[in-house]
């Protein structure tokens, strides 16, 4: 059995905002915390991460493909084009498929390295660096920011709020854009936003999405982190004594206390933390990791690059701070390979493969075939007994096909009606058809009969559908 490690309940963890009683503590989010900025190895991969994501959001809806736009989730129209693939409902395994593996590497990351994702990869963090980044070049450093709020306001306090809110606001609208981009042709919804001509519902979710933008990574922040993002909450049942996390180590740092470079804390009887609070000033959550694991910790490693450079400073060996597990500070050696690690990477490769193979086995084809349901059966001039069917077909795939129509079933059969169908990419044909069959091969009231359809240009794309020929 695996041993769960304590996290700090949320009514014991201390928030670092200013004094209320120094009058600013008003529900103003934005002006309690004051990150400070930080610059480190683990802020450079971020930095690295968060470009690539950015990079990577932004370039996608503009990729073509055979020239279309190559990633299109058609809402309205009910296909998701990705590159060469339409998704239709029916194909919503394949989606499953996908959101079951993304939640397992998820929570197998999550077992073994915590909250990296939050960290380095989630768009939450990746804009609020960016909307952090526009605040330091209008309003400066931390100290000048908490300067400039307590100031009353004058020209140069106006500028300087109204560029950062003003940058904010664009850094949303070209992000609302670009998402709204994603469901709608890009070209023409920037198009047609500039020059007024988009849609009503264009214009509301291009307005809306800018809206959320500017509320979360601008004013938000930690807000959402620590009280409305689900994945903060349910964390911990993936955590145990082996989960890499950002940890304080205070066999090493206590007793804490302030002192001189020149001195020798042991003299002193101190640990090597000197109480600079710098771990807590670039916490984008505002905690003090030094108080334990608390489930804010968005694991970003801001306080190691911190610390980093407060041990540079002082002479002392780097890692304070540190990614580590519980079991490696109480003096153990760290276990890969557990249980619930495993379990979630086999699950993780099991749903892998049954995406793959959903993809591969995948038919760009769908039939439907409803009988008529006026009249059962006829009978034609020559005695032959006729049913009479209609077959929506359903070409799944982005280019014009041309389809045949044949029956199986029957040894004597026509079958009357247009069997030679072609189909634009993405098209849905109705074809009415009459089979006849010859009186001696109806043995039964009730006989079995397949509809096949065939690609004409590519035989392996075959629909065969199964349904009933009727009589008396
Ligand atoms: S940055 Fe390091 S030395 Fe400074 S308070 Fe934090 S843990 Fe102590
Ligand atoms: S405690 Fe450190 S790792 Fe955790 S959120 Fe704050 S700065 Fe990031």
């Known amino acids: 059995m695996e041993q769960k490690i304590e996290v700090m309940s949320a009514d014991k963890v201390k928030i670092q905002r200013p004094d209320p009683k120094k009058g600013n503590n008003d529900y103003s989010p934005r002006s309690r915390i004051y990150v400070r900025d930080v610059k480190g190895t683990l802020e450079y991969f971020r930095r ?21 736009q190559a990633v299109l989730l058609d809402i309205a129209n009910q296909r998701f084009r990705i590159f060469g693939m339409t998704l239709w409902p029916q194909d919503l395994t394949i989606l499953a498929w996908l959101a079951i593996v993304a939640a397992f590497a998820l929570f197998f990351v999550t077992t073994l390295y915590g909250r990296v994702w939050c960290g380095f990869m989630c768009p939450q963090t990746t804009w609020t660096f960016i909307f952090m980044w526009f605040e330091k070049k209008f309003e400066g450093a931390r100290n000048k920011r908490i300067a400039l709020d307590k100031r009353p306001w004058d020209f ?34 920037f198009v047609n936003f ?11 979710f291009v307005l809306l999405f800018t809206f959320c933008t ?8 930690e807000i959402m982190c620590t009280h409305m993002c689900p994945y903060a909450r349910f964390q911990s049942a993936m955590f145990d004594q082996d989960t890499v996390t950002v940890s304080y180590v205070p066999a090493r740092g206590e007793p804490r206390g302030p ?57 002392y060996a780097r890692g304070l701070i540190r990614f580590t597990t519980e079991r490696n500070l109480q003096g153990g050696r760290t276990r890969k390979a557990r249980f619930k690690a495993v379990g979630y990477f086999v699950v993780m490769i099991v749903m892998t493969a049954l995406f793959i193979w959903d ?28 049913n009479v069917y209609t077959l929506k077909v359903l070409n799944k795939s982005q280019l014009s096909e041309t389809y045949t ?43 079995d009969v397949n509809f096949v359809v065939q690609n004409v240009n590519d035989p392996d794309v075959v629909h065969v559908t199964e349904t009933s020929f009727l009589y008396e």
């Open 405 to 447: 129509i044949t029956s199986e079933g029957f040894a004597r059969s026509e079958l009357s009606g247009k069997t030679t169908i072609t189909i634009e990419g993405g098209g849905i044909a109705t074809v009415p058809l009459t089979l006849s069959v010859h009186p001696d091969d109806v043995t039964e009231r009730v006989q």
């Open 156 to 189: 140069d306090k106006v500028w300087r709020k109204t560029g950062k809110h003003v940058s904010w606001l664009i850094v949303s609208l070209l992000t609302a854009l670009t998402f709204v981009g994603y469901f709608t042709d890009i070209s023409d919804l």
């Open 48 to 68: 690295i991460f968060g470009f690539i994501l950015l990079f990577a959001f932004a370039a996608i809806p503009w990729l073509q493909w055979n020239g279309d």
């Open 194 to 204: 500039f020059t007024f001509g988009a849609s009503f519902w264009a214009v509301f």
């Open 259 to 315: 002192r001189s470079k020149k001195v020798d804390p042991k003299e002193k009887g101190l640990g090597d933390c000197i109480d600079c609070n710098m771990c807590v000033q670039v916490c984008p959550t505002g905690i003090d990791i030094r108080n334990g694991l608390q489930y804010e910790c968005i694991n970003c490693g801001a306080c190691i690059d911190a610390c980093n450079e407060v041990m540079d400073k002082m002479g």
């Open 359 to 386: 993809v591969a086995t995948r038919q760009p084809l769908a039939v439907d075939v409803l009988r008529d349901r006026n009249q059962l059966y006829n009978i034609n001039m020559d005695g032959w007994i006729q």
């Open 214 to 221: 500017y509320g979360n990574a601008g004013w938000m922040r």
